[in-house]
């Protein structure tokens, strides 16, 4: 924390309201609330939420980068598979939490280059101030025609056929977290002590978690995080959609790996000016808070609610796998410039050191059959 740069006066104001919010909640709570309630609060109030606020959370001058910043070979080759699998689905793609909207506008432009046909784009995102940038961008960027092919929804479509896409969306929902003590699994809350925001523990056990994670190799002190929130909101889309190929690309692990010894203080992770940290309680509302996804968790969603694991792939196996070579290839070295940015972009993507083994790509199919286009090479499937 010590190298951290200080907070505006805007984000100062932002940091004591959502403060005072907090104590509120927890005094009257009873002395503590879920961690869950902590993050939902500081990252989607209305007003002074990370998300939801006033906040340039993207890019160089915001907080971090995300792969569809980095360079539009990531987004060429998702489009590369989507193409793949509009023959067994219709020409629909719902986007989930799409951020600056960059994804989506290099997506279309892409889809009319290549005259590929989309017959719609969906758009369902949480955060109004979003929507208004991502407005703006497609409207500057993209052509009529494709322009009004892009729509905003408030909810998942019922019924919904096509492909779905989320980057970096599953780990940006509120999560529980959990402390291991004596071989039993006990809820980490927020309290407060000396006025300030302090961790405590739940007295009664988790004996659901208790019944789904083995703990028994796991030393007391061990934390991790598992959200309610996600359970319950995929469970319901899971359910709601009627025919597609989801893809599900977020930093995180199988059960196997997320669940290791050496793992002891969780996946908690805070970004504020490109700057990585682990207190969620400083710079409320001023900075991201994410965690890592237990894909094996959501293939067993999945597969309980009718729908197939196709693939589970690192982000490097599936951009090699669906082309991100040829897209590097189409630049000439002689433009030292041009090829020395993209492959530092197309490195910052696979290297293992950077998001290309850290961050997955799962494939889950509900009613449908599915290309593997993406896929077709080192699957980890049998490792969820
Ligand atoms: C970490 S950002 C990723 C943005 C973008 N996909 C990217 O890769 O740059 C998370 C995005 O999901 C949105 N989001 C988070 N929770 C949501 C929810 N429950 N419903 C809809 N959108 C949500 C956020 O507002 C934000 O746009």
């Not at 309630?37 to 906040?55: A, R, S």
């Not at 598979?81 to 951020?99: C, D, R, T, Y």
């Not at 729908?307 to 189409?330: H, K, M, P």
Request: aromatic content about 12%; overall charge negative; hydrophobic content about 40%.
């Amino acid at each position: 924390m010590t190298n951290l740069p200080s907070l505006s006066q805007l984000e100062e104001s932002v940091h004591d309201a959502l403060n005072q919010r907090l104590k509120k909640e927890i005094i009257q709570s009873g002395g503590s609330i879920s961690f869950s309630l902590l993050m939902d609060i500081v990252l989607y109030d209305e007003e002074h939420g990370y998300y939801t606020g006033y906040k340039e959370q993207f890019g160089e001058s915001g907080d971090f980068i995300t792969a569809p910043m980095i360079s539009n070979i990531f987004t060429r080759c998702f489009l590369n598979s989507f193409k793949e699998n509009f023959v067994h689905l219709p020409s629909s793609i719902l986007e989930l939490g799409a951020g600056n909207g960059q994804f989506a506008v290099d997506l279309l432009i892409a889809a009319e280059k290549n005259n590929i046909v989309i017959d719609q784009y969906l758009i369902y995102e949480i955060s109004n101030n979003l929507v208004k940038r991502q407005q703006k961008i497609m409207q500057k960027e993209l052509s009529n025609e494709f322009f009004s092919k892009v729509e905003w929804v408030s909810e998942v479509p019922e019924k919904f056929e096509g492909i779905i896409f989320a980057n970096e969306f599953l780990d940006a929902f509120p999560t529980n977290i959990y402390e291991i003590k004596n071989k039993q699994i006990f809820e980490r809350k927020v309290g407060i002590e000396n006025n300030e925001l302090v961790w405590n523990r739940d007295d009664i056990p988790n004996l659901y978690l208790e019944s789904i994670i083995d703990i028994e190799n796991l030393p007391t002190g061990y934390i991790f995080e598992y959200s309610k929130n996600l359970d319950e909101w995929l469970k319901d889309f899971f359910k709601t959609i009627k025919k597609a190929m989801i893809f599900f690309v977020d930093y995180g692990f199988c059960q196997n790996e997320l669940f290791h010894q050496d793992r002891t203080e969780g996946t908690l992770m805070c970004h504020y000016k490109h700057h990585a940290h682990t207190n969620p309680f400083a710079f409320l509302g001023a900075q991201d808070i994410t965690w890592h996804i237990n894909f094996s968790h959501i293939s067993s969603l999945a597969k309980i609610a009718g729908c197939t694991v196709s693939g589970f792939v690192s982000q490097a196996n599936f951009l090699i796998n669906a082309g991100a070579l040829d897209f590097l290839s189409e630049h000439d070295p002689n433009n030292i410039s041009d090829f020395k940015m993209q492959t530092n972009a197309f490195q910052r993507l696979t290297s293992p050191a950077e998001m290309g083994d850290l961050i997955k790509v799962i494939g889950i199919v509900k009613n449908t059959d599915a290309s593997l286009f993406g896929f077709n090479k080192n699957d980890r499937k049998f490792q969820l």
